[in-house]
């Protein structure tokens, strides 16, 4: 039972231009997500997150969407640069479990 | 703070060998957390701690796979028989309390499986 899915494996865009990345999710009781960023060779870290009562959260040139109706919400990284080319994975957190419960992952590649 | 250390950052065996994946937290961190990595599934949550009391092992795949936290600076994951499929990054992370925040991940053990 995958709760967060993200359906798009990799994205690719050029710098300086707008990257979107998406996720969705099954489990309602979901109080948090947060996105996480990984370069090879390290463990993830944190980026962004967002709470389940709010509908965007922004932070410097990362803003996170959450569309609570559709069980769905967006990364979007303005302008992207080639240092954020890394795997971002998406996650949703139960504060009752502590649980933090992640996506596949997206692969970003920002071309210079 | 060095943050979270795992041993070895690469781990080759053969399928049938017994592999212990090792993990220091946080200093002063009480919750510890072993995640896998792999295409398929991503960053699949197998087992974790508070204050070395293992709290939600659903996680894990199969009997072969152990866990343990001895005390508060140390646990051990453990494949017995090891498997072609068991191949995959295993992450341990450490936080302190339930803050969302708190998730601090180690940089991971590369484990392939011959």
């Known amino acids: 039972d995958q709760q967060v899915k993200q359906n798009s494996p990799s994205l690719s865009v050029q710098e300086g231009r707008i990257s979107i990345l998406n996720c969705d999710y099954t489990?309602?009781?979901?109080?948090?997500f947060l996105w996480y960023k990984k370069y090879p060779a390290e463990g993830p870290t944190f980026l962004i997150s967002?709470?389940?009562?709010?509908d965007k959260n922004e932070d410097g040139r990362f803003t996170v969407f959450l569309n609570k109706s559709a069980k769905h919400l967006s990364l979007h990284i303005v302008p992207s640069q080639p240092g954020d080319s890394a795997v971002y994975f998406c996650a949703g957190y139960t504060s009752n479990t502590g649980k933090l419960i992640f996506g596949q992952g997206t692969t970003l590649q920002v071309k210079p | 703070d060095a943050g979270v250390i795992q041993s070895p950052r690469h781990e080759v065996t053969e399928m049938g060998q017994e592999v212990t994946l090792r993990c220091k937290p946080i200093?002063?961190?009480?919750?510890l957390f072993w995640y896998r990595q792999t295409m398929m599934r991503g960053l699949e949550l197998l087992i974790y701690?508070?204050?070395?009391?293992?709290?939600?092992d659903s996680g894990m795949p199969e009997d072969r796979f152990s866990a343990k936290m001895p005390n508060a600076s140390f646990s051990t994951l453990k494949i017995q028989p090891s498997e072609p499929r068991d191949s995959a990054v295993y992450f341990c992370?450490?936080?302190?309390?339930?803050?969302?925040?708190?998730?601090?991940f180690g940089s991971g053990t590369r484990l392939t499986v011959v």
């Open positions: 967002i709470s389940s009562i709010k």
């Open positions: 701690f508070n204050n070395n009391v293992p709290i939600d």
């Open positions: 489990n309602s009781m979901f109080d948090y």
């Open positions: 200093s002063g961190h009480d919750y």
């Open positions: 992370a450490s936080s302190l309390g339930w803050g969302i925040y708190g998730y601090t």
